[in-house]
Each structure stands twice: as structure tokens, then as C-alpha cells.
């Protein structure tokens, strides 16, 4: 059966206060478990940036504007531009309907189309300017050229995953997921093992332990698998801010909530979500 090709496209979490030069990546499915992502400011969960990484079935997808932010802040501005166009190229609409006259958006009839030009860009920017923006040029070549040339996007991500820094965990990452979506289970949870492993993963474990958990489910290990929902889900529905009060569970951890309840329901109930906090904040008034 031939493979249904879709468009995958990447991002990141800027730096936060503590880590200014260091991108923390979050998230992965809490976008794409459901749907396609369209609407790319609709889906920030109050944590920055988030990346938004995902695959199901076939599909594999994400959105791109935090890893600009992040990247584009370490690079010069010629660098910049240049990689920020060719995020524009693989965002661009895909349709036949034709542009309204006046307007200057891009647009491609087909996915194909518009990651060919999307590659095309990004290898031009890994031609130009090379060092770290050609290396995240790379990735972006590589990531991209999933819906088009599957075997020879694996064969760079493979190798782009062999390198140091926050690139080389990405495309690990990217590795893993591509592996699941092709039903190697046995080398994706080799590789999302290594990553849940790692002392600095970039990427969040709970991200990668949702995503380990999947695949263990796969394979029938149910306990292992709702080991691991479970102590996302109860993370998460234990954090608090810093000034103590409740943080709202954000989609992983409620997903995983989720799939607890369907793996170990008597487990799922020692999980409590935590109450959202009054809009009027706790205060008095006479009665």
C-alpha cells in the first residue's frame, strides 16, 4: 500500500529566564494528536513557545514559529531572514483556489509542491551561510523531506541525529517518531529510552515518555505503559506555581490522564485535576 505522504514542520520554545541561550521543547502531541495544525497562535498552552511535535498513523506534523524565535536570536540578520523565508515557504496554504487579486500570500496547489520549495530554500540557507544555521537548515531539509522521499529523509535524519546540541536531540527525536509511524516499535522505544535517559533531553520528558508509553502499549506491556501515564498525569496534577497555587494540567498530562483511564482505572482515580481557580481570586465580600 502506498504510504499517504503528509507535511511535517517543526518548532521550539524560546529561551526562558533561566536557560537564556538554551530552547526548551515541550509538548509534542498536544497539538497534533487531533488535527492538523492551521491555526498556529491557537495553540500556546501559557508556557512560552511551546514545541509542538506529533505523529499518528502516517502523519507527521507540527508548527514552526518558536524554533524561529529561538534559533533566529543566535544567528545574523542575513541568516535570519533567510531562514525565516523559507519557514514561510513550508507554511504557506496549500490550494487551488486562486490568490484574491492584490494580495502577495504564497501558495502551493499541492503539499508536494510546497515542500519541495520549502527543501529547496532551506538547502539554499545551509549552502550560504553553513556553521549552526546551516546545521539547523539541515534538519529542516531533512524534517521536510519526510512527505516527499521518506526513505532518503530517514537516511539524513539518522545522520543528523548522530550530532551533538540541541539539533542532533531534535532529529532524534524526529528519528523515533518516524520509526513508530513506520512500525519499528522495537528501535522507537530504543531511542525514546535513550532520550528519557539523557540528564538534559531538551526536549520535556513527559513529551517523550507519552510517546515511549504509546509504543509500550503497542507491544502489549500495559503495565509499563500505564506506569508511565500515570506519573505524567500525577506530576502534573500536583505542580504548583510560585506563589503555591494549582497549575492547570496541560494537554499531555491530561492525555495521559486519559489513557490511564482506559489501561488502569483504579489508578487513574487516585488523579485529581486540579480546580481552576475562581475569576474572582479567593476574595470576600460582605454578606
Not at 509542538?52 to 542575513?78: C, D, E, K, M, T
Not at 509504543?215 to 502489549?220: A, F, S, T, V
Request: aromatic fraction near 6%.
Amino acid at each position: 500500500m502506498a504510504r499517504k505522504k503528509r507535511s511535517f514542520q517543526p518548532t521550539a520554545a524560546p529561551a526562558t529566564e533561566d536557560q537564556k541561550n538554551k530552547p526548551q521543547y515541550r509538548d509534542p502531541f498536544q497539538a497534533t494528536v487531533n488535527k492538523k495544525i492551521e491555526d498556529v497562535g491557537k495553540k500556546f498552552e501559557g508556557q512560552g513557545r511551546n514545541i509542538l511535535y506529533g505523529i499518528g498513523a502516517v502523519i507527521v506534523l507540527a508548527i514552526i514559529i518558536g524554533i524561529f524565535y529561538s534559533w533566529s536570536s543566535r544567528s545574523n540578520a542575513a541568516a535570519q531572514t533567510a531562514l525565516g523565508k523559507a519557514i514561510e515557504t513550508s507554511q504557506a496554504k496549500v490550494s487551488d483556489q486562486p490568490v484574491p487579486a492584490g494580495s502577495t500570500e504564497k501558495t502551493f496547489k499541492t503539499e508536494k509542491e510546497r515542500a519541495d520549495a520549502a527543501i529547496a530554500e532551506f538547502q539554499a540557507v545551509a549552502d550560504k551561510f553553513g556553521g549552526s544555521v546551516g546545521e539547523k537548515a539541515k534538519y529542516f531539509v531533512a524534517v521536510t523531506r519526510l512527505s516527499v522521499d521518506h526513505p532518503a529523509a530517514i537516511t539524513e535524519i539518522e545522520a543528523i541525529s548522530k550530532g551533538k546540541g540541541e539539533v542532533g536531540t531534535l532529529a532524534k527525536f524526529a528519528l523515533a517518531q518516524a520509526k513508530a509511524d513506520d512500525g519499528k516499535t522495537d528501535e522507537a522505544i530504543a531511542i525514546y529510552q535513550e532520550l528519557a535517559g539523557s540528564a538534559d533531553p531538551i526536549i520535556a520528558k513527559d513529551t517523550i515518555n507519552f510517546a515511549l508509553a504509546g509504543q509500550l502499549e503497542k507491544q502489549g506491556k500495559k503495565s509499563e505503559a500505564a506506569e508511565l501515564y500515570y506519573n505524567i498525569a500525577k506530576a502534573a496534577s500536583e505542580a504548583k506555581d510560585k506563589d503555591g497555587k494549582a497549575i492547570p494540567m496541560g494537554a499531555t498530562a491530561r492525555n495521559a490522564k486519559e489513557k490511564l483511564e482506559t489501561l488502569d482505572p483504579e489508578k487513574a482515580k487516585q488523579i485529581v485535576e486540579p480546580a481552576p481557580e475562581s475569576p474572582m481570586g479567593g476574595m470576600n465580600f460582605p454578606g
